[in-house]
């Protein structure tokens, strides 16, 4: 299969009339200005958004980037959108919503709820999720049949999206420190980390997909557990909230950065998600470890969590990523610039991040250990995702990087390809809303 795009992010640039030869699901050939003339003036003279075949390869006008990462995902709280704002409450008051829905579960509706939440992801231009995954047990804390159960059901429902997907499954063990799991969190539990390590380790990965870890939090997993498990890529949710760094400043003299820290898991391997509310010297250790922070601002802002040192952290050595984690929005278009505009309302200055550099932080693939994709690159994973430019929002904008990162929205994805595969196209929106609505229904009646 091959495409011709009108333009398209290629070696850190906007270039024109791109074309891209794809097999086996990967890029053969990449070659700026390779439209043969009288394409290329048609394409320049057509109108429509919609990619037409034309000979033997496919036009995509409006501007092409790589496949964007969302290296943060719980599915499940995708049922919350709209839903938790009716009382001023808390993170602590939105987490027993959150754990209201998780209460009403079972692998056949969170297959639905999963793969609806997943074709959302897909048709926002993201061709790879990592799923923090923590919801494994039935109700009562037993096993189902397979105790993977819902982990096999999260990548069936990638699968079915059109995705990639890592799944982090997840080790939650204690409510607080030094307190069992109670109520709706005996779901999450394994006991203690070997029984998770084994369980996890009989999960088989099909080909889109890969199998990691993730310890919930400081307060889920004690120190002494934390040490006993040392593979990689491992994820955690570091320090969301004020009040569990007081605890665990409490419970160890020690930071979560430091617990994290002194169990040996601060790699370049690693992930910090929620990278929040840091020291100056959490975030000299963290650079100097080369340790991923994945920023999730648009749900940093909904659970008024605090906005993270991003650039600092960057400044320190850090690479960044991203993620739509609760889904109060599904637009990494979105997180990209609320990294910078965040920045801003902390500072009262501009100009923090380029627009380069934040297209780097969502379409870098390798913090979910996919290391070939990411890029319109030969070689890498035929992942395109094409942004209409003539739309209310985007037009007049430039049809360039900034065009991506400071005007479009997830809605302004016009056409999705993952591993050479047309996952989505700009028509399908229509009915993925039905489909949300309906899923989504059916699990609050
Ligand atoms: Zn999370």
Known sequence: MSYLLERAWVDGAVQDDVLVEIEDGRFTSV????APRHLS???????????????EFARLPGLTIPGLA???SHAFHRALRGRTQRERGSFWTWRDQMYDVAGRLDPDTYLELATVTYREMVAAGITCVGEFHYLHHQPDGSPYDDPNEMGLVLIEAARRAGLRITLLDTCYLSSGFGKPPEGPQVRFSDGDVDAWVERVTAIGSPDHTRIGGAYHSVRAVPLDQMKRYTAAPLHIHLSEQVAENEQCLAAYG????????EAGHLTEHNTLVHATHL?????RIIGEARTFACFCPTTERDLGDGIGPSRALHAAGTPLTLGSDSHA?????????ALELDERLATQERGHWTAPELLGAATRHDSLHWDDAGAIAVGRRADLVTIATDRVRTAGTGADEHTAVFAAAAEDVIQVVADGRAVFQEGDRERLGRDLADVIGRIWS
Do not use: K, W, Y
Request: glycine share 6%.
């Open 70 to 72: 969302n290296c943060h």
């Open 329 to 337: 929005v599904i637009d990494l278009f979105e997180e990209m610039r």
């Open 254 to 261: 020690m930071t979560p950065t430091q617990v994290f820290a």
């Open 41 to 55: 003036e048609e394409i320049s003279a057509n109108q429509s958004r919609v990619p037409r075949s034309s000979g």
């Open 279 to 283: 020291t100056e010297d959490d975030i």
């Open 31 to 34: 070659t700026p200005g390779g």
